[in-house]
């Protein structure tokens, strides 16, 4: 008898604990809060770029600073092919926030160039973070002494579908170079360019990342790699027909053996997301991002370089995200 009622005891209390954790619980497994019904973790991939770009480590940083800030969201950030793998993988539903500059961003909005047919109309800006040069590296004896003298050289544009692919397409022209008919195109990413001109397999490549980048870093100290500029009238021109270039000058020292100053062109780097993604969850985002900035100093030296002040300007007329923009609007920057 003593047992059966033990036994008796035990499947009470069983249904007991099942009888709490369903209360607990929606039917669709949410949790229950003070406040009613809450949402599973909201899950949010982040692709970044390259491993040997500046976003990378940026990205990894930003997310484990949300996961540590902001409740009830879960970032997963991952290396990508950059801006516009990014702004597809969006687009196709597969990835929820990233970073791409204005120019390629732009033309997803606005369906031009590479989105041709494909324009992405739900594209928003969460943050404009930094200036992006673009930074063409050329092996020292190849020879190259403008970027004019690429014409018929072993040039790595950038991977497919990369930001520097990209921006290789439109400044290449501009120096009566087909492209890419009259390069010998290496379509491959950073780390892949890096080897290839350590091994003399390539003359030069273009990369694009906020300074200083790990790429060029490794380029002008261990394979001979020198900066090039990109000469005034030819800045002139893409800045009158690209609205989103800005100049900018690499200050001498920025890396190893670079004794002079090299003017070139830059695109603001930003912090996008879908539009789907819901306003509180992209307004507590940006509130950690910029409230705990000082913390992801430390990820990258890029990082000094940002000013709230500047979240909001210079961004091609691209929408920002509505949830961005309260927050701009709480902390007055935005009216």
Same mark, same amino acid.
């Given at each position: ?5 033990w036994?008796? !005891?035990?499947l009470?209390?069983?249904l007991?604990m ?18 009613g019904?809450?949402?599973?973790p909201?899950?949010?991939n982040?692709?970044?770029?390259s491993?040997t770009?500046t976003?990378?480590?940026? &990205?990894a940083?930003?997310a484990?600073l949300?996961g540590?800030e902001v409740?009830g969201v879960?970032?997963n950030?991952q290396a990508?092919n950059?801006?516009v793998?990014?702004l597809n993988l969006?687009k196709n &539903?597969?990835?929820?926030?990233s970073?791409a500059?204005t &120019?390629? $961003?732009w033309e997803?909005?606005n369906?031009?160039r590479?989105?041709?047919?494909r324009?992405?109309k739900?594209?928003?800006?969460v943050a404009?973070?930094?200036y992006?040069?673009?930074?063409f590296v050329?092996?020292?004896?190849a020879?190259i002494k403008s ?15 990369s930001?520097p /692919?990209v /921006?290789?397409s439109i400044?290449?022209p501009e120096y ?12 491959? &990413?950073?780390t ?6 350590r091994?003399?397999? !390539? ?19 261990t394979?001979?790699?020198?900066l090039?500029g990109?000469?005034?009238e030819v800045?002139?021109s893409?800045m009158?027909?690209y609205?989103?270039?800005s100049?900018?000058?690499?200050p001498?020292?920025t890396?190893e053996n670079?004794? /002079?100053?090299?003017?070139t062109?830059? $695109?603001k780097?930003?912090l996008?997301a ?10 507590e985002?940006t ?5 705990n ?6 990820a990258?030296a !890029?990082v000094?370089?940002m000013? !709230? ?8 007329d ?7 923009e309260?927050?701009?609007k /709480? $902390?007055?920057?935005l009216?």
């Amino acid at each position: 008898m003593v047992k059966n009622s033990w036994k008796k !005891i035990m499947l009470i209390g069983v249904l007991a604990m099942i009888t709490i954790l369903a209360s607990a619980c929606g039917s669709d497994g949410t949790e229950e809060t003070e406040g009613g019904k809450s949402s599973k973790p909201v899950q949010l991939n982040f692709p970044t770029a390259s491993t040997t770009g500046t976003i990378y480590p940026l &990205g990894a940083a930003m997310a484990n600073l949300w996961g540590k800030e902001v409740q009830g969201v879960r970032v997963n950030a991952q290396a990508s092919n950059g801006g516009v793998d990014n702004l597809n993988l969006m687009k196709n &539903g597969e990835a929820h926030i990233s970073f791409a500059t204005t &120019g390629i $961003i732009w033309e997803a909005y606005n369906g031009e160039r590479s989105f041709k047919d494909r324009q992405y109309k739900d594209v928003r800006i969460v943050a404009g973070l930094y200036y992006n040069p673009n930074q063409f590296v050329v092996r020292k004896d190849a020879g190259i002494k403008s970027i004019s003298d690429l014409k018929g050289k072993r040039f790595a544009p950038g991977a497919v579908g990369s930001t520097p /692919e990209v /921006e290789s397409s439109i400044i290449l022209p501009e120096y009566g170079i087909g492209y890419p008919d009259d390069i010998k195109e290496n379509f491959v &990413g950073f780390t892949e360019a890096i080897d290839l001109m350590r091994n003399k397999q !390539i003359d030069g490549a273009l990369i694009q990342a906020g300074l200083p980048t790990a790429a060029v870093t490794e380029m002008t100290s261990t394979a001979d790699g020198v900066l090039i500029g990109i000469e005034p009238e030819v800045r002139k021109s893409l800045m009158e027909t690209y609205p989103w270039y800005s100049e900018v000058t690499i200050p001498s020292g920025t890396y190893e053996n670079q004794k /002079e100053d090299i003017d070139t062109l830059a $695109i603001k780097m930003v912090l996008m997301a879908d539009a789907s993604v819901d306003d509180d969850t992209i307004y507590e985002l940006t509130k950690a991002f910029w409230e705990n900035i000082d913390s992801l100093k430390s990820a990258h030296a !890029i990082v000094n370089q940002m000013n !709230i002040d500047e979240a909001v300007t210079e961004l091609a007329d691209i929408p920002i995200h509505s949830g961005a923009e309260r927050y701009y609007k /709480e $902390i007055g920057i935005l009216k």
